[in-house]
């Protein structure tokens, strides 16, 4: 199936110049392999955040539908 992955905050610089990737990822998949099948491992970013998927937020390891935009967040920080 197909989805839509993208990176905001300062995870945007992983994909390079790309706003936005589309990825072919197997029925099921949770937003961890989405990520993994883009070539992101969130447990080695030090600053990630979060994902959402069509705009809600949710867990790492919930599945994914056909069509589903899967964001991913970087931690905000300020003062």
């Not at 945007?12 to 994909?15: H, P, S, T, V, Y």
């Given at each position: 199936m197909e989805i839509t992955i993208t990176l905001?905050?300062?995870l945007?610089?992983?994909?390079g110049e790309?706003?936005?990737?589309k990825v072919e990822v197997p029925e099921g998949c949770?937003?961890?392999?989405?990520?993994?099948?883009?070539g992101i491992n969130y447990r080695e970013i030090p600053n990630f955040g979060f994902v959402a998927v069509n705009g809600m937020r949710v867990m790492i390891d919930?599945?994914?539908s056909p069509g589903?935009?899967?964001k991913a967040w970087s931690?905000?920080?300020g003062g």
């Open positions: 905001r905050g300062t945007k610089k992983l994909f790309d706003k936005e990737r949770t937003c961890d392999e989405a990520l993994q099948v883009a919930d599945k994914l589903d935009e899967l931690r905000v920080s």
